[in-house]
């Protein structure tokens, strides 16, 4: 069994940075593909941004320019950087793991954006 676990998240102000971590419990290599997903409440989970086996990479409309996803095989972990943080990118946010045909997701981390 697969353990992803999140951490960096916390409380910025609007226009600050942070950098989301997912720590794999094994070799992510063999991952087809890895992303980060985020879930405000009342609303459903969302895709952020994903990172393919090969290097690939794919943001939502709302972040992009703004969010870069990153993977370091090597540290088997999964990075999201976030900069010019807005109150609407307040959420939850899960690390998620594809590997046909089963997808692993983490527990998540809170980011809260001030105003």
């Known amino acids: 069994q697969v353990q992803l676990v999140e951490s960096g998240g916390g409380l910025v102000q609007a226009g600050g940075s942070l950098r989301l971590s997912c720590a794999a419990s094994?070799?992510?290599?063999?991952?087809?593909?890895m992303g980060w997903y985020r879930q405000a409440p009342g609303k459903q989970r969302d895709l952020v941004a994903t990172?393919?086996?090969?290097?690939?990479?794919s943001y939502a409309d709302s972040v992009k320019g703004r969010f870069t996803i990153s993977r370091d095989n090597a540290k088997n972990t999964v990075y999201l950087q976030m900069n010019s943080l807005k109150p609407e990118d307040t959420a939850v946010y899960y690390c998620?793991?594809?590997?046909?045909?089963?997808?692993?997701w983490g527990q998540g981390t809170q980011v809260t954006v001030s105003s």
């Open positions: 998620n793991a594809f590997e046909i045909p089963r997808a692993y």
């Open positions: 990172i393919t086996s090969g290097g690939s990479t």
């Open positions: 094994r070799s992510i290599f063999m991952f087809n593909v």
